[in-house]
């Protein structure tokens, strides 16, 4: 059975049958805003897109890899600091597959992630110490908006769901107006073994460069 995170929550990757977990899919799953007519009468839905992304610190707390996506300007990054946008780790251990523009339609879930990165911890580099994985809105809406947002680790594929390993949900609350930077979790070494925390914190943050800052200097 699927363990359902709440915010703050550690757990082992450990399945029930005693065996690590080490090659899953990290996938965020979020819904377009429904847009309403007259008397309440539905006229469509509004895209939300939102970007997933990761990145990777070492034991000191400084970045060492990250994976964004490559559609955001270069002139924009550089601004910050940062190198462009890619959809893999320098180790080859982390893929992204690749940017949703839209979510699902009619803020309907349909059971399907938006947007996956896959891992497999056994190539990951031994500098890495710690991995982020947060969520920003690159539109005007915020996440007090959306319909939903759900972040899950499960085995398979982006396109075949095996076995869901642990999931955690943020639904649209007041408390999230005016944000639009969330960092969900984060995978991290404990003892020489990786375990995964859910994180939960959002941010009026205007871009993602912003939320890598923030990340860095008060995360590590």
């Given at each position: 059975m699927?363990?359902?995170?709440e915010k703050g929550q550690r757990i082992n990757l450990e399945k029930s049958n005693g065996a690590k977990l080490t090659q899953f899919c990290v996938g965020c799953n979020w819904g377009?805003?429904?847009?309403?007519g007259f008397l309440g009468l539905s006229r469509g839905s509004k895209d939300v897109d939102l970007?997933?992304?990761?990145?990777?610190?070492?034991?000191?707390?400084?970045?060492?890899?990250?994976?964004?996506?490559?559609?955001?300007r270069n002139e924009f990054l550089q601004r910050y600091g940062m190198p462009p946008g890619k959809l893999d780790s320098n180790d080859r251990?982390?893929?992204?597959?690749?940017d949703d523009l839209k979510g699902d339609d009619g803020g309907i879930d349909d059971g399907l992630d938006n947007e996956i990165?896959?891992?497999?911890?056994?190539?990951?580099h031994p500098s890495v110490d710690q991995i982020f994985f947060f969520l920003n809105n690159v539109g005007q809406e915020d996440f007090s908006q959306i319909p939903y947002a759900s972040i899950r680790m499960y085995e398979g594929t982006p396109q075949r769901v095996k076995e869901v390993f642990a999931s955690y949900n943020v639904s649209a609350q007041p408390q999230y107006r005016g944000m639009k930077g969330l960092i969900m979790g984060?995978?991290?070494r404990r003892g020489g073994e990786?375990?995964?925390?859910?994180?939960?914190?959002?941010?009026?943050?205007?871009?993602?460069?912003?939320?890598?800052?923030?990340?860095?200097?008060a995360y590590k």
């Open positions: 699927a363990i359902n995170l377009a805003i429904p847009v309403r970007d997933l992304s990761c990145v990777m610190l070492d034991a000191q707390g400084n970045l060492c890899d990250h994976i964004y996506s490559p559609l955001y251990a982390l893929h992204h597959s690749g990165i896959t891992v497999d911890l056994s190539r990951v984060k995978l991290y990786w375990r995964f925390s859910a994180i939960g914190d959002a941010y009026p943050d205007q871009n993602l460069c912003e939320t890598i800052g923030r990340i860095i200097t």
